[in-house]
């Protein structure tokens, strides 16, 4: 059974920092593209970053210079370290990871950006 767990959400200030992770596990075929994904109250899901197997990465524009994503490949964990945060970054974050021909989703945690 594949599983996708998210950690590493929480309240966090204006201009502040949080890493999230994500670790898969379940899964018998390699990993392909990893990335994150957050869907804030009332808009549509829409891609934050993601990486590839070979480590090429591509931002959204709104969190260009801000964000990271990284990936351990052999821990088959995605990372997306996120500073100087935004009340506008509030949402929940999703991690997708696709491998052997499928898409899997983690449940989401939640990011809050307020003082």
């Known amino acids: 059974q594949v599983r996708l767990v998210e950690s590493g959400g929480g309240l966090v200030q204006p201009g502040g920092s949080l890493r999230l992770s994500c670790a898969a596990s379940g899964i018998i075929f390699s990993i392909g593209y990893m990335g994150w994904y957050r869907q804030a109250p009332g808009k549509q899901r829409e891609l934050v970053a993601h990486i590839t197997n070979l480590g090429g990465t591509n931002y959204v524009d709104s969190v260009k210079g801000r964000f990271t994503i990284s990936r351990d490949s052999a821990k088959k964990t995605v990372y997306l370290q996120m500073n100087s945060v935004k009340p506008e970054d509030t949402a929940v974050y999703y991690c997708?990871?696709?491998?052997?021909?499928?898409?899997?989703w983690g449940r989401g945690t939640q990011v809050t950006v307020s003082s």
């Open positions: 997708k990871v696709f491998a052997g021909g499928n898409d899997y």
